[in-house]
């Protein structure tokens, strides 16, 4: 018996379903009679099926929209367009439709549908293409997956798979490995996507692919070097890399594997493929990479980089002042009124963005910076808010702090918070004197404030890379309670970056993608090339706002200057446009491919020269101007949220 007869619809309610859509016929036929003039029907086009209230969820606010299969001749075709009437949960401009709208994709470039039935909330379904990027999730507000799926049978080989009812593979015929992997999905797994492809047959006008994309983060060695302490080596710390490989099981995933399957690694699991480290040499331009032959050889970041210094020449006609020495106290008080006041927030957030701060002034400012404390608040109101949120914070610290034993035992999800951050706790900056050693009470005050965040914010809970947030956080404020406090402003500014739909995430990497399209096409071309427009190697950089990549006095630095929000709120993507423009010579002269580039991402850790990447990212910034803003989705962090209650919300499946 056939593959395909094993794992068919046909004794499947989903198939069955399609026995209830003649009315697919009905909607083709009078919607064909009330749109004569449309492009479909000059085309010769069909609609086998149309839903409406089909919506996608880029930012923390959903956009819903119309969904069709269109069958033109034999071909069976995707669309997807946001609403235009009042039934839209938000208001779209004309840019942004184009921005969202899925415009038609033909089922020969579909290679499967998974299909999610959460416990609670809707129905949704990812689409993945050939390439391995998959579409946002398409949420049916009012049903329709098994009609959907049931049409779809109707007019192409569509088969559930093997390994995971949950999937169906498109016009899947021999291939038995293929199916397999094309179905894998371990635990949790985050979905991947991408926005419309460029194929013309309905109403959008969007015309071009546009690619969103999240993924676990990638791997990499932690080193840190000592600060405010006695001299130390940068160490490997195999316990903490222990950590960071849940975080960043995306880096065991090979080229083939991600072609052919939807999902990516969030548990301790892991495939069993490995990468293949290819050198390659070019003789030709950068606008126009051509292969040559191969030379085996591993990527290695002592290498000299090509930088691109005739385009960062021009660039430099551009750039404002140069950076400047940090903000000392004599000069603070030059924004200060006799009471403490910031006379003007503004220029205060731009000299801090050329310059960062002195170290003995962060635990002043920080607070300013992350919205802790109101710039117009005097030295007594700040002491004020001290006290009062101080109190606060120890009445959210005793809620956990009062479960007892028994308690504990019948309280899932209060144990395995606890159980993940005591883990990760004694992984985090231990090579810094701050925090390194036994019984280091440091480490048990950032353990506290985790899990006292943890129950100020039950519903997003405590992820993995949080601690590597708040450490130095508290390393800069000292006090228990102002860390806190602190690391929840930041958090109301990042939080989108751990939840479960990766929404945040999402809006980043696609935002990222638009913009190295916009700054440097040839190296968006190549990555197009490459199948590398899911941009998973920047995960890592945009999830922890560069943590890893630099040492932790340069962290602090980066981290403030970020804070201000100058010239953008969104400057951090700018910085990963920087670095990648500024090895794009590389990069293309060496023809990584995902394996070697994500590889030699990992590798400049510690390599990239801190100054001379943001005086890159301000001068992309100018040279962008609203073109750039344009091509960030709204909502996109770390702006901040807006208040409705659900930027925070979770599906966890034990509580």
Not at 148 to 159: R, S
Not at 228 to 234: C, M, Q, S, T
Not at 594 to 615: C, M, P, Q, V, Y
Request: hydrophobic share 35%; net charge negative.
């Amino acid at each position: 018996m056939l593959e395909s007869e094993l794992h068919d619809l046909s004794d499947d309610a989903d198939y069955a379903a399609s026995q209830q859509q003649g009315s697919a016929s009905v909607m083709l036929r009078s919607d064909s009679t009330k749109q004569s003039s449309s492009p479909s029907e000059r085309d010769g086009a069909e609609i086998v099926f149309l839903k409406d209230n089909v919506a996608i969820h880029p930012t923390q606010t959903p956009i819903s929209g119309r969904l069709k299969l269109i069958k033109q001749g034999s071909s069976l075709f995707m669309t997807w367009i946001p609403s235009k009437g009042h039934n839209s949960e938000t208001w779209l401009s004309d840019k942004d439709r184009n921005l969202y709208t899925i415009r038609a994709v033909p089922f020969t470039d579909i290679r499967s549908i998974r299909r999610h039935n959460p416990a609670f909330g809707w129905q949704y379904i990812i689409v993945v293409q050939s390439s391995g990027l998959a579409h946002p999730p398409l949420y049916f507000y009012s049903g329709g997956v098994k009609e959907f799926l049931a049409t779809i049978k109707q007019h192409v080989l569509l088969v559930r798979s093997a390994e995971d009812a949950n999937v169906f593979l498109v016009n899947d015929f021999q291939n038995t490995l293929q199916r397999t992997l094309s179905s894998l999905e371990l635990p949790r797994a985050v979905p991947l996507a991408c926005g419309p492809s460029n194929t013309s047959i309905d109403e959008s006008t969007s015309n071009e692919n546009q690619e969103r994309a999240d993924s676990g983060v990638t791997n990499g060695i932690v080193s840190v070097s000592q600060f405010h302490g006695r001299p130390r080596h940068k160490v490997h710390d195999p316990a903490r890399d222990l950590s960071i490989q849940v975080l960043e099981k995306f880096s065991l995933v090979t080229r083939f594997a991600r072609e052919t399957t939807s999902q990516l690694f969030r548990e301790n699991q892991s495939n069993g493929f490995s990468a293949s480290e290819r050198r390659t040499q070019i003789e030709t331009n950068l606008d126009q990479p051509k292969k040559s032959s191969n030379v085996a050889g591993n990527i290695s970041d002592e290498s000299p980089a090509v930088l691109d210094s005739q385009e960062f020449d021009q660039l430099s006609l551009v750039w404002g002042k140069p950076r400047q020495p940090p903000l000392g106290s004599e000069e603070l008080i030059t924004f200060l009124d006799s009471e403490g006041r910031v006379t003007d927030s503004e220029a205060l957030r731009k000299r801090i963005f050329y310059g960062g701060l002195d170290h003995n002034l962060r635990n002043e400012v920080w607070g300013l910076l992350l919205g802790y404390y109101p710039y117009e608040s005097t030295y007594a109101e700040r002491e004020y808010l001290k006290s009062v949120k101080k109190s606060e914070y120890e009445t959210i610290k005793n809620q956990w702090q009062s479960i007892s034993s028994a308690q504990a035992k019948r309280f899932t999800k209060f144990r395995e918070r606890k159980g993940l951050i005591e883990k990760d706790v004694v992984r985090t900056d231990r090579s810094l004197t701050f925090y390194e050693g036994d019984d280091n009470p440091n480490v048990n005050v950032l353990r506290d404030i985790l899990l006292t965040y943890s129950f100020y914010n039950f519903d997003l809970g405590y992820c993995q890379g949080m601690s590597d947030l708040l450490s130095p956080i508290l390393f800069v404020m000292g006090d228990e309670s102002e860390a806190f406090w602190c690391f929840v402003a930041l958090m109301e500014r990042l939080g989108a970056n751990f939840n479960r739909d990766q929404n945040g995430m999402h809006s980043q990497l696609f935002a990222l993608s638009k913009l190295v399209e916009l700054l440097d096409s040839p190296l968006h071309n190549y990555f197009k090339q490459r199948d590398c427009l899911n941009y998973f190697f920047c995960f890592r950089w945009i999830l922890i706002q560069f943590k890893r990549e630099f040492e932790f006095k340069k962290t602090m630095r980066l981290w403030e200057v970020l804070w201000t929000h100058y010239p953008s709120e969104h400057l951090h993507l700018y910085v990963c446009v920087a670095v990648l423009k500024r090895y794009r010579g590389k990069i293309m002269g060496e023809e990584m491919d995902f394996d070697n580039l994500l590889k030699f991402i990992n590798e400049l850790s510690g390599h990239i020269d801190l100054d001379a990447t943001l005086r890159d990212a301000e001068a992309l910034c100018i040279c962008a101007g609203e073109n750039g803003a344009a091509r960030i989705p709204p909502g996109t962090p770390p702006s901040l949220p807006v208040d409705d209650g659900s930027f925070y919300v979770q599906q966890d499946e034990v509580l």
